[in-house]
């Protein structure tokens, strides 16, 4: 079994900085996608940005710019520095990591969300 586990979030003034963090655990053989999605109140969840193993990257275009995602492969952690945060990226963030797992099988695991509020 696989465990993600998100870190960061919190409460900060417009215009602020929030670095979020999302650490694996359990029997993993490696990881190929890392993914932040972000769900606000009343809408659907999104994606806000992911890295693949070799370091490629894809950002929405409300973040892009701002936010920065990378990775740690060594440690198993995905990281998301979000800078000049904005009162609509609110929301409650969430990573999702594709694991190969020992039979080497690819299954997408989520983390269970940290909250980011930004105040105006």
């Known amino acids: 079994q696989v465990q993600l586990v998100e870190s960061g979030g919190g409460l900060v003034q417009a215009g602020g900085s929030l670095r979020l963090s999302c650490a694996a655990s359990?029997?993993?053989?490696?990881?190929?996608?890392m993914g932040w999605y972000r769900q606000a109140p009343g809408k659907q969840r999104e994606l806000v940005a992911a890295i693949t193993r070799g370091g490629s990257t894809n950002y929405a275009d409300s973040v892009k710019g701002r936010f920065t995602i990378s990775r740690d492969n060594a440690k198993n952690t995905a990281y998301l520095q979000m800078n000049s945060l904005k009162p609509e990226d609110t929301a409650v963030y969430y990573c999702k990591f594709e694991v190969t797992n020992r039979d080497f099988i690819g299954i997408n695991y989520w983390g269970k969300g940290t909250p980011v509020t930004v105040a105006s």
């Open positions: 359990g029997i993993i053989i490696s990881i190929n996608s």
